[in-house]
C-alpha cells in the first residue's frame, strides 16, 4: 500500500468487509510470495536431502528427521520473517502462542483426527471390507520414530496450507474461499503420492477443509497439527494401512483390506475410500459447531 496516498483502514471498517485501496491485493500478494519462497526452499532442500543407495536402517530414518526439521525450520523461518519483517507484528501472531488453552486445542485436535479415522475404520470393517486383528506392538524405538516422523511432518503441512498463506489469503478473499482454494491445493499436492487417485485427492481436499476449519475455529496452529499428527499416526502404525500411499508398518493392529478399491481405498489405504468421505461428511459440519477462543492474526491491512 502507498501509505500517504491511501486512507488507512480501521480494524472496525475491516471487520465489516469495507476495505481501503490496495486492501485485497496487499493480502494476497503476501501469501504468493510466502508460497513461492517456501516452494523454492523447498524444492532446495528436496535436493540437498535426496538420499543416496547407501543411506538404509537408522541412518536413513536420522537422515528423514533432519529433513523434515529443517523444513520447519524454513516454514517458520519464513513465517518469522513476514511477520516480523515485513509487516512489524509478533511472532507469536502465526498461532503458536503458549496461551490459556493451547493444550485443550491440542488435545481436541487429536481427539478429532483419530476419531475421523476410527469412524472410517469402522466402516471398512462393517461393511466387510478391512479385517483387524490383535497384532503384537513392534520396538519402542519405531514407535518413537513415527511419532516423532509425523509430528515434523503434519506440522510442516500445517505451516504451509494453514499457516500464514492461509490467514493473508482470508484477508484479500474471504474465509470461505480461501479455505476452498488451499484445500484443492492440498488435495492436487498429494497425487503425486503413489497410487493416489481422484478419489484420493478428493478425500485430501476434504481433509484440507476440516483441517481450515480447526485452524480457523481455534485461531491458532495447535489443534490442526494435533489432528493432523493423530490422523496419521492412528491410520499407519495403528491401524497399520497406508498413510497417503505410503506404509509404515503395523504397531497394534493389523489390517487386511478385501473388496473394491472405491471401498478400500486399495493401495493408497482409506484416503482414496468412500468410507473416509463419509467420516470427513459427518465430521466437517461438526467441527464448524467448535467454540471459538483465540484472537485471529492481525489483518495485513492494518499495517501501513
Known amino acids: 500500500m502507498n501509505g500517504h496516498s491511501e486512507p488507512k483502514a480501521s480494524a472496525g471498517q475491516i471487520s465489516r468487509g469495507v476495505r481501503p485501496p490496495g486492501a485485497i491485493l496487499r493480502p494476497i500478494s503476501l501469501a504468493a510470495s510466502f508460497a513461492i519462497f517456501l516452494y523454492l526452499g523447498w524444492m532446495l532442500l528436496a535436493m540437498c536431502f535426496q538420499p543416496p543407495d547407501k543411506w538404509v536402517g537408522a541412518h536413513a530414518r536420522a537422515v528423514l528427521l533432519l529433513y523434515y526439521f529443517c523444513l520447519d525450520g524454513l516454514a517458520l523461518g519464513l513465517s518469522a520473517g513476514f511477520l516480523c519483517g515485513l509487516e512489524r507484528l509478533s511472532f507469536g501472531a502465526l498461532g503458536l502462542r503458549l496461551d490459556r488453552g493451547w493444550l485443550g486445542h491440542a488435545g481436541a485436535g487429536l481427539a478429532w483426527g483419530a476419531g475421523a479415522i476410527s469412524g472410517a475404520v469402522l466402516l ?54 480461501a479455505c476452498l482454494a488451499s484445500s484443492a491445493l492440498f488435495g492436487m499436492a498429494h497425487l503425486a503420492n503413489p497410487q493416489a487417485t481422484l478419489l484420493s485427492a478428493l478425500n485430501t481436499a476434504l481433509a484440507g477443509v476440516l483441517l481450515t476449519i480447526a485452524r ?3 485461531r491458532a496452529l495447535w489443534m490442526p497439527i494435533a489432528l493432523h499428527f493423530a490422523w496419521n499416526f492412528s491410520l499407519g502404525p495403528v491401524f497399520s494401512f497406508p498413510v497417503s500411499g505410503y506404509t509404515f508398518g503395523a504397531e497394534h493392529l493389523s489390517a487386511a483390506a478385501a473388496g473394491p478399491q472405491w471401498l478400500t481405498g486399495g493401495a493408497y489405504g482409506p484416503e482414496a475410500s468412500v468410507a473416509l468421505t463419509a467420516a470427513l461428511v459427518v465430521a466437517i459440519p461438526l467441527l464448524l459447531r467448535f467454540p471459538r477462543h483465540f484472537q485471529p492474526l492481525p489483518s495485513a491491512s492494518n499495517q501501513s
Do not use: K, M
Request: glycine share 6%.
Open 124 to 177: 471398512l470393517w462393517v461393511t466387510g471390507a478391512a479385517h483387524l486383528a490383535v497384532f503384537a506392538p513392534r520396538s519402542l524405538s519405531r514407535i518413537l520414530f513415527l511419532a516423532l516422523f509425523f509430528v515434523l511432518s503434519s506440522a510442516f503441512e500445517e505451516l504451509t496450507f494453514r499457516g500464514y498463506a492461509l490467514v493473508r489469503a482470508a484477508d484479500s478473499v474471504g474465509p470461505v474461499i
Open 216 to 218: 480457523f475455529r481455534s
